[in-house]
């Protein structure tokens, strides 16, 4: 059984920096996309970075230049170092790995940036 648990939320100041982390378990197959994806109230869930197993990162062009995407492949776990936050950036954020066509998800972890 797939599980994903996302930790590093929090409130921060605009401008301040946050890291998440996704810990994977539970069957992990060695060729997958991890992802961090984000939802605020009354809106779609949007995506904002993704990494292969091998390392390949896309990212949101509105978190280009800000956000890190990064994993430990050895660890099961994935990283987002969030920097230059602002208060659009105010949302749950989610993990996603895709195995094999399927998707699995984190319960998510509330980021809120505020002064």
């Known amino acids: 059984q797939v599980q994903l648990v996302e930790s590093g939320g929090g409130l921060v100041q605009p401008g301040g920096s946050l890291r998440l982390s996704c810990a994977a378990s539970?069957?992990?197959?060695?060729?997958?996309?991890m992802g961090w994806y984000r939802q605020v109230p009354g809106k779609q869930r949007e995506f904002v970075a993704t990494i292969t197993s091998g390392g390949s990162t896309n990212y949101a062009d509105s978190v280009k230049g800000r956000f890190t995407i990064s994993r430990d492949n050895n660890k099961n776990v994935m990283y987002l170092q969030m920097n230059s936050l602002k208060p659009e950036d105010t949302a749950v954020y989610y993990c996603?790995?895709?195995?094999?066509?399927?998707?699995?998800w984190g319960l998510g972890t509330q980021v809120t940036v505020s002064s």
């Open positions: 539970g069957g992990i197959a060695r060729t997958n996309i």
């Open positions: 996603r790995l895709t195995m094999s066509v399927r998707n699995f």
